[in-house]
């Protein structure tokens, strides 16, 4: 059965409370797992910020899925799964309509499949679940069980490496690549295998926002360790080769009680009094953030999943589910050297509460200014259909699944046929949290329980917070290529259990 903490997110959001609780939390998202060795000192670790990947010849990039051991909590080694062995991976910086070659070697025990999370990519590129690269050598046959799927006909498997082609015919935005595994996503994310994207274009590059080193991506995730510094994590099969899933108990998701920014533990960055561009992503299995600054500050959002906004936005907080990105510029002009500026999570608690620290080290100067107009707005697609996705569980105990309309994730067959080049009303339903995402379109939110939508749901996206018991209705844009694509919870413990759907563009 879900666990009490899973079912107290559910009641509370929902609006309930229960004798001897009081006003539930309607935030939590997930189960928590406990480290076994001691967490570290918040704020002792300086920042990472990812290696930018290097082409082997222009427009081609190699990078290889690998085992190393790195230091993530002083003192201690984690062996983590990584592309080019890091975690974060190299971080791609590429031009808009550039088309790219990147090809992705694996050399780990388990199949892999990659996805560019936000792009628009021809499907055969879109990293699949079932479209395999397998380690040079090694055998595989997809597990059979409750939450597998043996039907060898809907399954891809290639040998040591494979090539993704992106044309990156879109916008300027901040993506991330991640591994989307069969049955396997959460525990193979959880051991590293992700990475940021940035597209560029002239539009973006020609505002006067901070650039350089003061344009800084922040992938923000939980993890938790065993005493030996390992990943901890509730696998009913370590060897991620023959049994998927989780401990009944994490069923909701499975949150760490360590948070990496970067993949270090609640680092800090020493900044100049002056703006800077944070690229925001949740890189979280299930845990959501809200995110503030104090003592005060404000995010100034200029963009989201898909790129810029039509203006800029002012937040005092940042609600952020896994999958989602937010550009904001943080200004911290006019304070004093010595400041310490700390991003919180307002509904974390204990260690969880904090995120990162940024330390103010002297004046500079600044010639970046926040436009009053960003991009344009564009004109506003007509819908020529409405459907509802139902995202919910059913069943009960071990047998219990995450579902979309009631129905299990079944390979090659789509529960949607949009046309190429227009635009449908796809209304979410929930009964937990859902972080929606949708594969290759994008779309703008138009309202929440029929009213207006959150300020934090502005600009196109791709992804969507579905809260408890709520409706969501978004205005969906069908654009690139015709394929086999994809939406599903981006809560990886939901999407390892079944809550995944084909849609098919024609």
Not at 46 to 52: F, G, K
Not at 82 to 105: A, K, M
Not at 125 to 135: E, K
Not at 375 to 398: E, H, I, K, M, W
Request: charged share 25%; glycine share 10%; proline share 8%.
């Amino acid at each position: 059965m879900i666990s009490r903490r899973g079912f107290l997110g559910l009641l509370g959001g929902a609006g309930l409370t229960v004798a001897g609780c009081g006003a539930l939390a309607p935030e939590v998202a997930g189960e928590s797992l406990t480290s076994a060795l001691p967490l570290p000192a918040r704020f002792t670790v300086p920042l990472p910020i990812p290696a930018t990947a290097v082409p082997v010849r222009p427009g081609h990039y190699e990078v290889v899925q690998r085992a190393a051991k790195v230091e993530i909590i002083p003192g201690t080694t984690t062996e983590i799964w990584g592309y080019d062995g890091t975690f974060p991976g190299p971080t791609f910086h590429l031009d808009s309509g550039g088309r790219t070659v990147i090809r992705v070697r694996n050399e780990l025990p388990v199949p892999t499949s990659t996805h560019l999370h936000g792009g628009v990519t021809p499907s055969q590129s879109d990293g699949y679940p079932t479209d395999v690269v397998i380690a040079e050598g090694r055998g595989f046959r997809p597990p059979q069980g409750d939450h597998s799927h043996d039907d060898l006909s809907q399954w891809t498997f290639h040998e040591a490496a494979r090539d993704y082609v992106y044309p990156l015919e879109q916008r300027a935005a901040t993506l991330w690549y991640h591994d989307h595994r069969m049955d396997f996503t959460a525990p193979q994310v959880w051991r590293g295998l992700a990475g940021f994207l940035v597209v560029r274009d002239d539009e973006d590059d020609a505002l006067p926002l901070p650039k350089g080193e003061r344009d800084i991506p922040l992938m923000i995730c939980d993890r938790a360790f065993e005493e030996d510094g390992s990943f901890r994590y509730p696998s009913l099969d370590p060897t991620l080769l023959m049994r998927p899933g989780v401990d009944d108990a994490f069923m909701a998701g499975v949150e760490g009680d360590v948070i990496l920014v970067n993949g270090a533990p609640w680092p800090f960055l020493e900044v100049d009094a002056v703006r800077y561009r944070l690229r925001l992503l949740n890189a979280s299995n299930a845990r959501r953030f809200r995110l503030r600054l104090t003592p005060g500050g404000r995010f100034v959002q200029v963009g989201s999943d898909q790129g810029l906004l039509t203006a800029p936005l002012a937040h005092d907080a940042i609600t952020i589910s896994p999958g989602e990105r937010f550009d904001v510029i943080v200004d911290f002009s006019g304070r004093p050297a010595g400041t310490e500026v700390t991003m919180v999570n307002t509904v974390g608690a204990g260690a969880a509460r904090d995120v990162m620290r940024f330390r103010v080290r002297r004046g500079a100067a600044d010639d970046s200014v926040i436009p009053k107009r960003l991009s344009p707005a564009g004109p506003v697609p007509t819908a020529v259909a409405t459907r509802v996705f139902d995202f919910r569980r059913t069943g009960q105990g071990g047998g219990g699944s995450w579902t979309i309309n009631g129905r299990r994730f079944r390979p090659g067959r789509p529960l949607a046929t949009p046309r190429l080049d227009t635009s449908e009303i796809w209304r979410f339903t929930s009964d937990f949290h859902h972080p929606v995402h949708v594969h290759l379109a994008r779309f703008r939110v138009l309202s929440r329980n029929g009213g207006p939508p959150a300020a934090t749901d502005a600009g196109w996206k791709d992804t969507v917070d579905v809260r408890p018991y709520e409706v969501v209705d978004v205005l969906v844009r069908f654009e690139g290529y015709r394929g086999r694509y994809m939406l599903h919870c981006h809560n990886l413990e939901h999407e390892d259990m079944a809550m995944m759907a084909d849609f098919e563009v024609v």
